[in-house]
């Protein structure tokens, strides 16, 4: 007799709002044997929301290294393990991508379940071009070096998406202002949550009204890509 098919499954969950998971979701996390959270903590909230019973194991950077051959050995024989991260797609600037390659390189059945990421989200909701666009990441955290990284960024015409945290929102829209010009950009904020903010101008106008503020949350920064006549 043969043994199962043991399957990773790579699991969006919600950006935010709790009725974003799909149904598809919800019966992976409920069928399938463990589930590999990036923080079993904020799992629990929408495994608990769901009435889902599935044994969690924590799976993110510090741990990966040992954690990942564990989870190798349970696929192999045949368990069904579902990952996630905190909020949407596993892999997109959060934990997941080695888990994912590692089940590659080991040839086993890896099966992605989409569903919500922030980045396409707040290209969507901007109102910038979405033909054609390039997600980047988050930015380093340092000036000069996020300069750099806008600067290398500076002649794509494709509509650009970054994160970045709240703390560092302002200098990072100034680091624009310097490196790519004062070019139409969207500051998306708590997207799908109660608080949602999409604040959209030239940055010098966004950098303006926001003067002193102190924003809060998770943040998506939609900047326009270079045109003909910048």
Not at 106 to 116: C, F, N, Q, R, Y
Not at 143 to 170: C, G, I, N, W
Request: contains cysteine; glycine residues 6%; aromatic residues 4%.
């Amino acid at each position: 007799m043969n043994a199962p098919e043991g399957t990773l499954y790579v699991t969006a969950t919600p950006i935010g709002n709790l009725e974003d998971v799909t149904l598809r979701a919800l019966r992976v996390l409920r069928e399938a044997d463990l589930i590999a959270a990036e923080d079993t903590r904020v799992t629990r909230k929408l495994l608990n929301a769901y009435e889902i019973k599935t044994p969690l194991v924590s799976l993110y950077e510090h741990n990966e290294r040992d954690r990942i051959p564990e989870l190798i050995s349970k696929i192999r024989a045949g368990a069904v393990v579902a990952q996630v991260s905190d909020a949407g797609m596993p892999g997109i600037s959060d934990p997941g991508y080695r888990l994912i390659k590692a089940c590659v390189d080991a040839e086993l059945k890896v099966e992605v379940i989409p569903g919500a990421t922030a980045s396409v989200t707040a290209l969507v909701v901007s109102g910038l071009p979405t033909d054609r666009f390039l997600f980047a990441g988050f930015p380093p955290p340092k000036s000069a070096a996020r300069k750099r990284f806008f600067s290398d960024l500076s002649d794509e015409r494709a509509t650009l998406v970054v994160y970045e945290s709240p703390h560092r929102v302002k200098k990072a829209l100034a680091d624009i202002n310097e490196t790519l010009g004062d070019r139409p950009v969207v500051v998306a904020r708590e997207l799908t949550k109660m608080f949602e903010e999409v604040i959209r101008g030239t940055v010098a106008e966004i950098l303006e009204r926001l003067g002193d503020r102190t924003l809060k949350g998770e943040i998506v920064l939609v900047i326009g890509g270079k045109t003909r006549k910048t």
